[in-house]
């Protein structure tokens, strides 16, 4: 459907583009290659694309999830899913019986969790988490020799172990992250020797989100999480000037439409606070979008937005519900499609873009899009 339908039905809508979806995925395998598992992170409602949706649109093109949370892996369950679900937050000793039930894998991560585990009259399959530097979640290496006996006595619900890298997209530096691995790897030989790891009974091992995934084989291991480069987004920008041969395909555009138009003169105030006096005639196009749905306050008389190919520049205050923009010179009327992040005509308005403007990262910018907008497939 065109955005001038879409803008007759709908306020403002997130269209998700399916053979961008199609092409990072391609794109990821053949990176991996056949013998590497492809984990989709969709947590946070799948960075802002809808947790179910895009969960279903990449479902036959990976082997498995990874989420945030119980919650969000039960969704995921009940929209239809039956691939492994990894749960990589702190799962609540409460929902440990549910996630068995859901066949749901969870995270153990510190000796708090890994006691209710030992007490759950029905333990969930779960992968034990390493803090190898990042030191958020996760064992210190020298504390797993400890809780060994613990690990023998839940058995076959010890199925994987993994780490996360803090600053692997960093490219000027490596060294960090080639100490997190050496880490992990000592850590998974020392699993492996004392009997964790067989060809009968072999441990997940994985270690690299997008940014590892990009730089090379080595940390590919058994598993890969790809989360932002699967929504056709690199993780920084030197990975993607580093990587030039490597093509991502965005995957969200973010739209509006223009409600009202207003002509108004030298003088004249605009928004809250008088926060922007006009120094010449203006023509205003208001849009039915605030922060409320994701368009950060602090794009105030600084944001831009594209109107049938042409910039147009926030002015005022950015409202919970509403934005006003320059339209002065833009051919334009009620009801016109107005692109926040996207391809709009011959220009482009990329999140990166919108993010930078906003003080803040493309992660954040995406994951903060209202929920309740609705995802149009492409």
Same mark, same amino acid.
């Given at each position: 459907m065109s955005a001038r339908k879409l803008s007759r039905s709908l306020r403002t809508w997130v269209e998700i583009d399916r053979s961008a979806i199609q092409k990072n995925c391609e794109t990821f395998r053949s990176i991996i290659g056949p013998d590497v598992k492809l984990l989709a992170v969709v947590k946070s409602n799948a960075y802002g694309h809808g947790l179910t949706l895009f969960s279903g649109l990449v479902e036959n093109r990976v082997d498995g999830f990874c989420v945030d949370s119980a919650v969000e892996g039960i969704r995921v369950r009940e929209f239809g899913i039956r691939k492994p679900i990894l749960? &990589?937050?702190?799962?609540?000793?409460?929902? %440990?019986?549910?996630?068995?039930?859901?066949?749901? /894998?969870?995270?153990?991560?510190?000796?708090? *969790?890994?006691?209710?585990? =030992?007490?759950?009259?029905?333990?969930?399959?779960?992968?034990?988490?390493?803090?190898?530097?990042?030191?958020?979640?996760?064992?210190? @290496?020298? !504390?797993?020799?400890?809780?060994?006996?613990?690990?023998?006595?839940?058995?076959?619900?010890?199925?994987?172990?993994?780490?996360?890298? #803090?600053?692997?997209?960093?490219?000027?530096?490596?060294?960090?992250?080639?100490?997190?691995? #050496?880490?992990?790897?000592?850590?998974?030989?020392?699993?492996?020797?004392?009997?964790?790891?067989? @060809?009968?009974?072999?441990?997940?091992?994985?270690? *690299?989100?997008?940014?590892? /995934?990009?730089?090379?084989?080595?940390?590919?291991?058994?598993?890969?999480?790809?989360?932002?480069? &699967?929504?056709?987004?690199?993780?920084?920008?030197?990975?993607?000037?580093?990587? @030039? =041969?490597?093509?991502?395909?965005?995957?969200?555009?973010?739209? /509006?439409?223009?409600?009202?138009?207003?002509?108004? #003169?030298?003088?004249? %105030?605009?928004?809250? !606070?008088?926060?922007?006096?006009?120094?010449?005639?203006?023509?205003?196009?208001?849009?039915?979008?605030?922060?409320?749905?994701?368009?950060?306050?602090?794009?105030?008389?600084?944001?831009i937005v594209l109107i049938n190919g042409r910039s147009a520049r926030v002015l005022g205050r950015v409202s919970m519900d509403l934005v006003t923009v320059d339209a002065t010179g833009i051919r334009c009327r009620v009801g016109d499609t107005a692109t926040i992040i996207g391809k709009d005509a011959r220009s482009e308005r990329a999140v990166d873009d919108a993010a930078r403007a906003s003080g803040t990262i493309h992660y954040e910018f995406l994951t903060r899009l209202n929920p309740l907008m609705e995802r149009v497939l492409t």
């Open positions: 749960i &990589l937050g702190p799962t609540l000793p409460d929902l %440990y019986d549910r996630s068995a039930s859901e066949g749901l /894998t969870v995270s153990i991560s510190n000796h708090d *969790a890994l006691r209710a585990l =030992m007490r759950c009259a029905r333990a969930p399959d779960f992968h034990l988490k390493i803090d190898t530097g990042m030191h958020r979640q996760g064992f210190s @290496p020298h !504390d797993v020799p400890k809780i060994f006996r613990h690990l023998k006595k839940l058995g076959e619900s010890f199925r994987g172990v993994y780490t996360h890298f #803090a600053s692997a997209k960093d490219v000027n530096y490596p060294t960090f992250t080639e100490k997190q691995y #050496a880490l992990f790897s000592d850590l998974c030989g020392l699993l492996r020797n004392k009997g964790f790891d067989t @060809p009968a009974r072999p441990l997940i091992q994985h270690c *690299a989100a997008t940014g590892a /995934t990009l730089l090379g084989k080595k940390y590919h291991l058994d598993a890969v999480r790809v989360g932002i480069g &699967l929504y056709g987004l690199y993780p920084s920008k030197e990975l993607e000037i580093q990587l @030039p =041969m490597i093509k991502l395909r965005p995957v969200l555009s973010w739209r /509006t439409m223009i409600s009202e138009i207003k002509f108004l #003169a030298p003088g004249d %105030y605009v928004g809250y !606070d008088l926060a922007e006096r006009l120094s010449r005639p203006t023509k205003i196009a208001v849009l039915p979008i605030g922060y409320w749905h994701g368009f950060p306050r602090s794009l105030s008389s600084t944001g």
